[in-house]
């Protein structure tokens, strides 16, 4: 027999009212909080029900008010610690683009450097070999001319003396100082002096004049050649020179740009490190919240739906024992008949 049934006339006390009445709501919304409270009230005094049903009712508020509480703090902390992640995520993903830029950037310095400096390295070693032939061939010119000039020095004074004696050859006399006829054959006149082979002296002194060519001929050539190979190296060396110097400069430049990216991508990585463990504190919050926040078996505009409905029929049941104490002589009476229901 329901309560609507006993307000029809159907015998019942406050009691019996109260639970009937909070069995159904129990039922109804499957609160287990009703129906434990409907069979506690079976066996507790009926003086003990108005209070357990206040007492309940205070208590659902209290739980109501610190929910909200806890909800705000929850959909705080949730919000703070989602952010804490979005803003670490965002970062980490900025500074791996940036990261990877700088990685190609030191990549591509490193391998700049390596063709300078291995460019350079043959520079000095071509400068150095060229200084080295240079030293050699200018040695062995100035060997021929040293050795020419001697000859041509020892040529022309061979040549003066043979053209000296010549010279005077011919003009020699001899006087007799003894019996002629007794004199061995000279291969010249009586009275006549040796005057030299001066049919023979022009070919000897027209050799030694080719000889004498060749000399200077050699000293000549050998000293041309020489200015032309200094002037070669002088230029081979400006050039080598300059190449090497701009090569040095682009290489300081290069490794002033490589230390930066190297400290750009240390620091970059210190940061990435420190967002890396940033995300993981607040993935961690997350996951500290889920059971409090998340995981407790239905939503927040659930559990307050489910406590409001328990509150109503808790009030509901206050409300049937208020009638039953207003209204002494029963639910039957004219005044419980027109009261309203609860």
Do not use: H
Not at 23 to 28: A, Q
Not at 92 to 121: G, P, Q
Not at 246 to 252: D, I, T
């Amino acid at each position: 027999m329901t309560f609507l049934q006993q307000r029809s006339g159907g015998p019942a006390t406050a009691k019996e009212a109260v639970i009937d009445v909070l069995r159904t709501e129990g039922n109804k919304m499957k609160s287990m909080l009703l129906l434990r409270l409907a069979s506690q009230i079976a066996a507790d005094p009926f003086a003990k029900v108005k209070k357990l049903i206040q007492e309940l009712i205070e208590r659902l508020l209290a739980e109501a008010a610190a929910e909200a509480n806890q909800k705000g703090w929850c959909d705080k902390s949730i919000g703070d610690a989602e952010q804490k992640r979005t803003y670490a995520a965002e970062e980490i993903a900025a500074l791996n683009a940036e990261m990877a830029k700088l990685e190609a950037t030191r990549d591509k310095l490193n391998e700049e450097l390596a063709i300078l400096e291995e460019e350079i390295a043959e520079l000095k070693a071509a400068r150095a070999k060229a200084t080295k032939i240079r030293a050699i061939e200018k040695a062995e010119n100035e060997e021929t001319i040293k050795t020419a000039e001697e000859g041509l020095s020892a040529i022309e004074m061979a040549m003066d003396i043979l053209t000296k004696f010549y010279k005077t050859a011919a003009k020699a006399t001899v006087l007799a100082q003894g019996p002629m006829d007794d004199a061995p054959d000279s291969g010249f006149k009586s009275g006549e002096a040796y005057t030299g082979a001066q049919g023979s002296s022009t070919g000897i002194i027209g050799m030694m004049e080719v000889i004498k060519s060749d000399f200077e001929r050699t000293i000549k050539v050998t000293t041309e050649e020489e200015a032309k190979a200094q002037k070669e190296y002088e230029k081979f060396m400006t050039e080598t020179g300059m190449d090497l110097a701009e090569k040095k400069v682009a290489e300081g430049e290069k490794s002033g740009y490589l230390d930066d990216t190297l400290q750009k991508l240390a620091e970059a990585q210190e940061k990435l490190d420190s967002e890396s463990s940033l995300l993981k504190t607040a993935i961690s919050e997350l996951i500290e919240l889920q059971p409090a926040c998340v995981d407790t078996g239905m939503s927040y505009a659930e559990r307050v739906a489910l406590r409001e409905s328990e509150i109503e029929g808790l009030k509901k049941a206050a409300c049937i024992l208020e009638n039953f104490e207003t209204y002494k002589d029963g639910p039957n009476s004219k005044e419980a008949t027109q009261f309203g229901p609860c």
